[in-house]
């Protein structure tokens, strides 16, 4: 047994001194540090470099590789710009057709429905004055001592059917000649003075201010608006014009 373990000794010992001396081969030379220096490619060529060095060589590989992706960025493809939508240059802006009553709105409205005018037709309230009289009368002139001259020129002319109008209001000292409800009665009564010498005799529409529907068509052609004129000329008070 002694013998046994004498010879397995030995055996041990010569197989770890034939290990050291290469005769089994190198299979951990990859692991030693003088043998990785041997099978070094060009080793004159290696450099230790400072901490400085080794910043600066980091810095520029790091400006290199942003050079190389900046292209590609530049490179890819812009959205075309979006293009201005032309508009026809004969194209009228924008008309207004009224003013209407709530009546006369909805008539009017249903007739220009088969003109295809929907998206293109805005519907707006415009100032209205509901004439129920009309004032035949000279303008304020000179005051007081005006309005008595013009008094006696008056009834040199044969003309007795006349006031001064009195009150705080703009026609303050102007002479009432009549009132009258038909703006035909009223002219009536204009050409009437006018025979007798008596001039600067003007009408005044009166009666309650208010609001009406009027409508606004935008980008039409000019045969449309010839069509819409002529629809509009039906209602009593209504015009079509450029809009205000």
């Excluded at 007795?160 to 009258?180: C, K």
């Excluded at 002219?187 to 309650?208: D, F, H, N, S, W």
């Amino acid at each position: 047994m002694l013998k046994f373990v004498f010879w397995a000794l030995l055996a041990a010992n010569a197989a770890l001194l034939a290990y050291g001396q290469g005769v089994l081969g190198q299979p951990g030379a990859g692991e030693r540090e003088p043998a990785r220096l041997k099978n070094q490619l060009a080793p004159e060529r290696i450099t230790q470099l400072t901490a400085v060095e080794a910043k600066r060589a980091l810095d520029e590989a790091e400006q290199e590789e942003a050079g190389e992706a900046a292209p590609q960025e530049a490179a890819s493809p812009l959205p075309p710009p979006t293009a201005p939508v032309a508009v026809a240059a004969n194209l009228v802006a924008c008309v207004q057709a009224g003013p209407f009553s709530a009546a006369d709105a909805r008539r009017f409205e249903t007739r220009v429905a088969s003109l295809d005018l929907a998206a293109r037709q805005s519907r707006v309230e415009v100032p209205f004055q509901e004439v129920t009289s009309r004032l035949v009368y000279l303008p304020p002139n000179g005051g007081r001592e005006g309005a008595q001259r013009r008094s006696a020129e008056l009834k040199e002319r044969g003309v007795e059917n006349f006031y001064i109008m009195q009150g705080d209001s703009p026609l303050r000292w102007a002479i009432s000649l009549g009132v009258f409800k038909t703006d035909s009665a009223a002219q009536k009564l204009v050409a009437q003075l006018q025979r007798q010498g008596v001039r600067g005799v003007q009408v005044l529409p009166r009666g309650p201010q208010g609001t009406r529907t009027a409508f606004q068509y935008r980008a039409i052609e000019p045969s449309l608006r010839t069509r819409l004129s002529g629809i509009a000329s039906n209602y009593p008070g209504a015009t079509l014009g450029d809009c205000r």
